[in-house]
């Protein structure tokens, strides 16, 4: 596809730098942070669980944890505010997918993939209860999604996806057209149960709003900075405030750096970019159809994904995912004009009936990439600390499911999740720098030449195939 030229140039001027869904007027007030009178000054505080990470992981593990044992205490830490990292700024495909889809859970855990499949069916359906039952307003429709070929060979990927079974239907070019119109399809798949669409901040508002009827404390502005060893139960160093004295603790802090530091080499943090829309109206709408509302990605590996939102915005993000050396996460690295040009320039070219539709907000965000693209569990410190890391793109539905192994293994239970094979393997660590960084490089160059290339890998990607590492977004 092009860079920039067209509808596109103009497009960007007046997208403010921020994330649309975090940037509104009922974004709740700031909880207090731990040292500033909201908890019990500087003496020592004490919880029965302490949850690090104020994002859906680590809401779901507070939610879930109150709702199993009323009687337990459950304190959330959060460095920032509620959700204003991966959870508040992603693309809103709850998916119920725990592997990174299907072809990547049926390519690693073949004899379990069937049970990983009907968990995950299981977990979208409890968020959706979860959502009902507490009345959080995050517009969950459960839309499915579509998945479309832009190129030739990827029509025959698109057949082989509908022959493995499930719900799927195929749709030949004048089919997909019909449902939502680009000159760029060629054939396209609906899959109608297994994703839904919400609204990214609201729903992590919504949760934080439900963990805390049910008597969860939640403050932020605390970062945790160490964790030992304290009696039978474990201490946190907090940046500016008190230490905290916990029975045990849940970790969900996903692309920062990990406070059990033997997992920091098993996640690289990616960047993905976003754009969004201004509504469209009434006929800008009708002239691409877009009936079902489902969400939409294409098939390449820079693959573009976008959806509606409730009032007619298209998100649009993607293709580019972009890893800096050094593993860090900076804001900074929210804002990257080249690739919301690129973006930019995508989305005319597959909507052209859109011509004069302006971007009103740009903005980016970490990914934390592990080798298997799907997340990993583990717990430390005898026990006493768990973790869920490693989502790569795909957490917010897998993250409920995360928060219940978590739980899981801070329990010491033996579950139908903790015998999952899935579960107990680690995927392969990513070398330290500088060697990641050109492996990064390597690999993103050799799918960006499969794309151009029919889909033909390199003898790269097929040694890393044949590793079973990768590199996704
Ligand atoms: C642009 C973008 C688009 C995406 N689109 C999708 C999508 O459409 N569908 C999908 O399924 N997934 C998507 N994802 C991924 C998804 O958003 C994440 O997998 C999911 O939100 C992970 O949730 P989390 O709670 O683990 O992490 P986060 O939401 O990142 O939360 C981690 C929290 O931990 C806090 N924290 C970290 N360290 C500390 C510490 N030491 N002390 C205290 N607090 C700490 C952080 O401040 C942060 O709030 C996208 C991600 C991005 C960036």
Same mark, same amino acid.
């Given at each position: 596809m092009a860079l920039l030229g067209g509808p596109a140039a103009g497009a960007l001027a007046a997208a403010a730098p921020s994330v649309f869904w975090l940037?509104?007027?009922?974004?709740p007030a700031p909880r207090p942070r731990? *040292? *500033? =009178?909201? /908890? *019990?000054?500087r003496a020592d505080v004490t919880a029965d669980l302490v949850v690090v990470g104020g994002g859906y992981t680590g809401l779901w593990t507070a939610l879930l944890a109150k709702e199993a044992d009323p009687a337990r205490d459950v304190l959330l830490l959060e460095a =920032?505010? &509620?959700?204003?990292?991966a959870s508040g700024r992603? $693309?809103?495909?709850? @998916?119920? @997918?725990? %592997?990174?889809g299907e072809a990547n859970g049926r390519e690693r855990w073949p004899a379990e993939y069937e049970q990983l499949h009907r968990l995950g069916l299981a977990n979208l359906d409890a968020i959706e209860s979860t959502v009902q039952r507490h009345g &959080?307003?995050? *517009?969950?429709?459960?839309t499915g999604e579509l998945t479309v070929a832009t190129a030739p060979h990827q029509v025959e990927w698109l057949r082989e996806e509908v022959g493995s079974g499930g719900a799927t239907r195929f749709l030949d070019r004048d089919a997909i057209r019909a449902e939502l119109d680009s000159p760029t399809y060629l054939a396209g798949v609906h899959s109608p149960d297994e994703t839904a669409m919400v609204d990214p901040a609201r729903l992590a508002w919504g949760l934080a709003a439900a963990a805390e009827s049910l008597g969860v404390r939640i403050v932020e502005g605390t970062k945790v900075t160490g964790l030992q060893r304290d009696g039978a139960g474990m201490r946190l160093r907090t940046e500016q405030g008190p230490d905290v004295r916990a029975a045990r603790v849940a970790l969900?802090?996903?692309?920062?750096?990990?406070? +059990?530091?033997? %997992?920091?080499?098993h996640t690289v943090p990616v960047y993905d970019y976003v754009l969004m829309t201004e509504p469209l109206s009434d006929q800008q709408l009708a002239s691409i159809g877009?009936?079902?509302r489902a969400g939409v990605g294409d098939m390449a590996n820079q693959f573009h994904y976008y959806r509606l939102t409730d009032d007619n915005r298209v998100l649009w993000g993607g293709y580019d995912a972009i890893y800096h050396l050094g593993r860090r996460v900076r804001?900074?690295?929210? /804002?990257?004009p080249q690739t919301f040009e690129r973006l930019a320039a995508h989305f005319f070219e597959t909507f052209? /009936?859109?011509?004069?539709l302006r971007f009103t907000h740009r903005w980016g965000g970490a990914i934390d990439t592990c080798t298997r693209f799907c997340a990993f569990y583990g717990s430390a410190f005898d026990g006493r600390v768990a973790y869920a890391l490693g989502? %790569?793109?795909?957490? +917010? $539905?897998?993250s409920r499911f995360g928060a219940a192994v978590t739980l899981d293994l801070l329990d010491g239970a033996d579950t139908e999740r903790t015998r999952l094979q899935m579960v107990r393997e680690k995927p392969l660590p990513f070398p330290p720098e500088p060697l990641a960084y050109a492996g990064i490089q390597l690999t993103r160059w050799s799918l960006a030449r499969a794309d151009e290339n029919a889909g033909r890998r390199n003898a790269w990607l097929r040694t890393l195939d044949r590793l079973g590492l990768g590199f996704d977004s």
């Open positions: 940037d509104r007027a009922d974004r731990l *040292d *500033d =009178g909201g /908890q *019990d000054g =920032g505010r &509620i959700g204003w990292a992603n $693309g809103g495909f709850c @998916s119920a @997918s725990l %592997t990174h &959080i307003e995050c *517009d969950f429709r459960r969900g802090t996903n692309a920062f750096p990990s406070l +059990v530091r033997r %997992t920091r080499l877009w009936r079902s804001p900074s690295r929210d /804002q990257r052209p /009936q859109l011509e004069g989502y %790569t793109g795909l957490g +917010v $539905g897998a």
